[in-house]
């Protein structure tokens, strides 16, 4: 089965900078394209960036628009988001997903519901 794992995640002090990174663990497939999400506390998750494959478009969120960037190394089947500027209100569980090929579409989902797979999360604290 396809098993995406972050991690990157911890304690940082604001202004800081972070690195997530998704891996598939598991079964391959054809990857339509990856994404990155984020859930505060007592908040509902959130879209954040993606990435489609084919062409490394990517897709921001406008708060995420300046100090995220989500990149790819597809020789390790690997995602990547890097955070600057850490702001307090950026903690949060942040969670990578990956969409299928046979379900691709012209751009890249923003919502929970058009991505395949999800990974566990992994923790970013800031402190101010």
């Known amino acids: 089965q396809v098993q995406l794992v972050e991690s990157g995640g911890g304690l940082v002090q604001a202004g800081g900078s972070l690195r997530l990174n998704c891996t598939n663990s598991?079964?391959?497939?054809?990857?339509?394209?990856m994404g990155w999400f984020r859930q505060a506390p007592g908040k509902e998750r959130e879209f954040v960036a993606a990435?489609?494959?084919?062409?490394?478009?990517?897709y921001y969120t406008d708060s995420a628009k300046g100090r995220f960037t989500i990149f790819r190394d597809g020789a390790k089947n690997t995602v990547y988001l890097r955070i600057n500027g850490l702001k307090p209100e950026d903690t949060a569980v942040y969670y990578c997903a990956a969409k299928e090929e046979f379900f691709c579409r012209a751009t890249m989902p923003t919502t929970r519901e058009g991505y395949d797979f999800w990974g566990q999360g992994t923790q970013v604290t800031v402190s101010s």
């Open positions: 598991g079964r391959t497939f054809s990857t339509c394209g």
């Open positions: 990435m489609r494959w084919r062409d490394e478009r990517t």
